[in-house]
C-alpha cells in the first residue's frame, strides 16, 4: 500500500468532466507557421491535437445522445450527490455458500467492511502533479523546442490518466470512479467453511458499480457515494460488468467522509462512460496462454533416445506438469508415482530453484540417489551415427533432436525447445517457453556433455563447474554467489550445499545436506532451517514419504521393480486414500470416500474424464499433444490454435469471444506477442530491442510507454505522460534505488543472500525485516515502529502471529489445511473430510456451520450458525439450478455458454425475472427486472 504521507506536497486539482475544449486545427497549423515552427513539428503537434479532438467529439456525442434521454425520465442531473474519494469507508452484507454438516449448503448473510483503494492510483495522482509545465518559446529562445515541449507536456498528461488516477481530491487523495476496488476486512465463513463452489469463487472484494453521466474523472463516471451502488462479492449474484473476477450484487453502501469543502456531483447513473472503447481484457486473457507455467510433452523423436544419457527409462513420459494425477501425486494413465520438493531457491536475473524430482518408473542411478532427479543435472548426447542429440531435460525425461549444425538448427514443437551447434563447437537448447538458453559443455563426460550454464536474454545467468570426474563442484548463481557442492567421493551421490552466510561473507551455511541407505536410496534432506523430510524404501520404490511437519503418506504398487504402478495411495488420518484400477486406456480411482472417477487416456494424455456425478469432461489435442479444445460436461467447448512454434495465437471462449496474438516467424523473437487483439476489437502492440527485452508497449488508445535497459535490467520506464521513473541496482543485481521524476527516492538494503532486510521510503521513515534461514520473513519492524513477529511450521504453514496489539495462533492439518485459529477472542475450529473438503465450522461459541456435499464436492445444503438451512440444486457442470432459501422461497439460476448468470426467477414468491446479457469480452451490457432496464 502506497504511503500517504509521500503525496503531502501534491497540489489540489479536480476534474469534472474529460475532455478540454479543442481550437480548431486549421487554426492550429496557422498559428504554429506564424510562429516559426518548422512543418515537421507542426505536424506532430497537429496529430496530437487532432487525436485529442477525436476524443472530445466522442463524449460530445455520448453526452448529447444520454442526457435528453435521462431528461426526459426526469434525470436533470442537477449536483446534489457528495462525491466519494478513496479511502472513503464502505459497509455491506454479503451472501456466501457455507456448508453447515449435516444440512446441505446454504447462503448466509456475511459483513462487508471495507475502504475504497486502488494504491496505483495515489501512484498515478503523485505523477500527474510532477510533470512542470511545458517552456514557453521566449524561455526556450526557439520555436520548435518549445513546441515539442507543449507536446510532450500534452501526450505525458494524457498517458498518466491512462495509467490511473490524476483527479485528486483534498490536495492528494485520489478520486473515486465506478470500478474503484475496494480493500475489506477478510470474512469469516459463518459456518463449518465455505462450500466447495463458493470457495472457488472470489471473495474479500468489491468495487463502485456506478457514477454519474454527466461528470466523468480520468474518463470514468464520477462516484456520488452511497446513491451510486457499491458492488460486493457474492457466491450467487452477476459478474461486474467492470470485469473484475468473481460474483457480485449491489449490497454495499459507500459513506463519502466530507472533504473541507463540499463537492457534489450528477445522481445520473451509470457504470461506464458510454463511449469509452478501451480494452482491458488482454492482461487476464492473453496470460492464459503466454503464461502457462507447464511444460510441452515429448513428441516422436522419443524413440531414438540414446541410451547413454542414463534416463531412457523416462522417455515418453509426460512432464509431470501437464500429466493428471490423482492423490499424492499419481499419474492416471501411466501409474506413476512422482514426488518432488524444492530445497532452496536463491532470487537474481535467472533465479536459482534447486528442485528435486523421484519417479517410481526411473532407474536412473544420479547425484541425489536412486531415481531422483535436480534440476540442473541436464546433459547431451551427440550421436552422429543415428544424426540425434539426446537432451535429458531439468525433469529428467529424455528428449531427442535431429542433430543441428551450425546452418540449421533443430526443432520439437511438442517440446518448445530449439537445439543449435554453435561456433565454439559447443551444444545450446533454447527453451522458448521460459525464454532460457542452457548451455553444455565441450569437454564429455561419461559421454555426455553437462549443463554448463543458463542464461537469459541478455546473457545473465547461473554458471556450473565440475570436478574432472564430472561432479558438480559448484554453482555460481545469477547475482555472482558462489555456491559449495560437497560429494561421497565413492559413490558421486550429494551431500551438501553450501552458500554465503546472509550477514558474515567470511561464512557459509548448510543450504541443503542428503543422507542415503545402503543401495543408494536417499532417505532424508534437511533444509537449512533443519526441517527434514525422510522416505522410506521396499527395494527403490517409495513406499513412505514423511514430511517436514510429520505429515506421512504411504504407497502400494503392483509390483515389487522400478516401473510398477502405483495402485494405493493415503496419506495419515486416511486423507486421499484412492485405489486406482487400470484397464487398457482406462483408469477408474476410487477415492476415500467410495465415490469412483473413470479416466480415459491415449498416448498418456487423458482425453475423458467421467465424474462421480456422470458429467464427462473432454480434451482435444492435436498430432504435437498441443492442446485444441476443451468441452465441460453441459458441451460448451474452449477453442485454441498455434501457430508452427508452439505460441498460441488464437483462444475462443464458448459464447465467441476470441483472444489473438501475432508473432514475429524468425528470429529469437518468435516467443514474443507483437500484437494481441482482445474481445472487444482493442489491439496492444508490443516493441522489444534485439536481446528481446521489451522497450514498448502501445495500448488499444495509441498511448506508449517505454522502457530502457542497463545490464540487463530496467533502468527506466518513461509512461506515456513521459514521467520517467529511474532504477538502480547493486553489483547483485538487487534493486537498491527507485526514484520518481520529483526526485522522490525509495531505498532498499538486502543481505548476502539476496534478501530485502531494510526499505527507506521517501519520508525517511525505516522499515526492517528479519529472515530464518530458509527464507522465511519472522520478524518486521514496520515504518511506525510495530514489532511483528510470525513463526512457521516446517511446511511454512503460519502458525503465530504477534505485534504490538495482538497474538493470534494458528493449527494445522493434512495438505496446509487450517484447523484452529485462537485469539483473544476465543478459538474458531475448522473440520474437514478425508478428501480436505470443509464440511464443519464451530466458533467461539460452540456454534456449529455445517455443509453437505455431492460426490464431486459441490455444496448441496448447508446448516448456519442460527440453524437455518439452504439447498441447492445443480446441473451436470455443477451449476446451481435451483437455490431453497430457509424460508422455502425458491430462486432458479440460467446460465450462458460461459456459466455467466443470465437469469433470475422467483416460481414461489412470484417476484419479476432479473435478466443479464454480455458483450463478447464478458462485460455485462445489459440488466433488467421487470419493466426495468440498465
Known sequence: MADTGYFD??????????????KGISEGVKANSEAGVSPSVNALDTGVKAAAAIGGLADGLSEA???PVLGAMGMKGMACLPISKQLDPVIGVDIHLVTIPPSPVVPMPHPYVGVLLRPQDFIAAAVSSFIPPPPTAEQTGDADSAKLAEVGHTVLTMAVGMLGATVKIGGFIPRAVASTPTRSIPHIPMGAG???????????????????????????????????LHLDCNDVGIPSVHKVPGMFLPTGVINPIPPARQILTSPVPVPLNPMAALARKCTGAFGRFYKKKTRKLADRLHSKVNRTIKSESLKNMLHKAICTVTGHPVDVASGTFFTDEEDFWLDGPVPLSWERTWYSRSDYRGPLGNGWHHAYDMGVVADTEEGTLTL????????????????????????????????????????????????????????????ESVTDCNGLGIRFDYTKEGLLRSITDSAGRRLRVEHDTRSGRILEICGPHPEDPEKEITLASYEYDADGNMTLQRNAAGDVMTYGYAGRLIVKETWRNGLAWYFEYDGTGVGSRCVHTWGDGGIYDHKLTFREGVTEVLDSHGELTVYHH?????????DANGGEHLWRYDDSRRLLAQTDPLGNSTLYRYDRWGNCTDSSDPCGGSVSAVYPAKGNL?????????PDGGTWEFGYDRSGNLVSRTNPEGAVTRMTYRNGAVASVKDPYGVVTRLAYDRFHNLTEASDSRGNTSLYGYDLLGRCVSVTNPKGAVQKREYDPVGRMV???????????LSYDGI??????RDNVQHVEYGYSGMWKLTRRRDHRGVVNFRYDREERLRRVTNERLQSYEFALDAVGNVTAEKGFDGAVRRYLRDRGGRIIRETLPSGTEREYGYDACSRVTRVSYPTAGDPDQTYAYGLSGRLVQASRGESTV
Open 194 to 228: 465455505w462450500a466447495a463452489p463458493s470457495a472457488a469463487i472470489p471473495k474479500n472484494n468489491g468495487h463502485a458499480f456506478m457514477g454519474s453521466l454527466t461528470v466523468l474523472a480520468d474518463g470514468m463516471p464520477f462516484s456520488g457515494g452511497g446513491a451510486h
Open 602 to 610: 491415449r498416448g498418456g494424455l487423458v482425453w475423458k474424464k467421467v
Open 392 to 451: 535429458r531435460m531439468s525433469d529428467g525425461i529424455p528428449v531427442a533432436f535431429p542433430l543441428p549444425t551450425a546452418e540449421e538448427p533443430s526443432f520439437i514443437l511438442s517440446e518448445r525447445k530449439e537445439a543449435r551447434l554453435e561456433q565454439d563447437g559447443g551444444y545450446c537448447v533454447w527453451d522458448m517457453a521460459e525464454d532460457l538458453y542452457y548451455r553444455f559443455t565441450r569437454k564429455e563426460y561419461d559421454s555426455v556433455r553437462l549443463l
Open 9 to 22: 506536497s501534491v497540489s489540489a486539482n479536480l476534474k469534472t468532466g474529460v475532455g478540454a475544449q479543442v
Open 779 to 789: 520478524r518486521v519492524l514496520d515504518f511506525d515502529g510495530n514489532d511483528i513477529r
Open 65 to 67: 445522445a444520454m442526457l
Open 796 to 801: 511454512d504453514n503460519l502458525t503465530e502471529y
Open 670 to 678: 518468435r516467443n514474443r506477442p507483437v500484437s494481441v487483439t482482445t
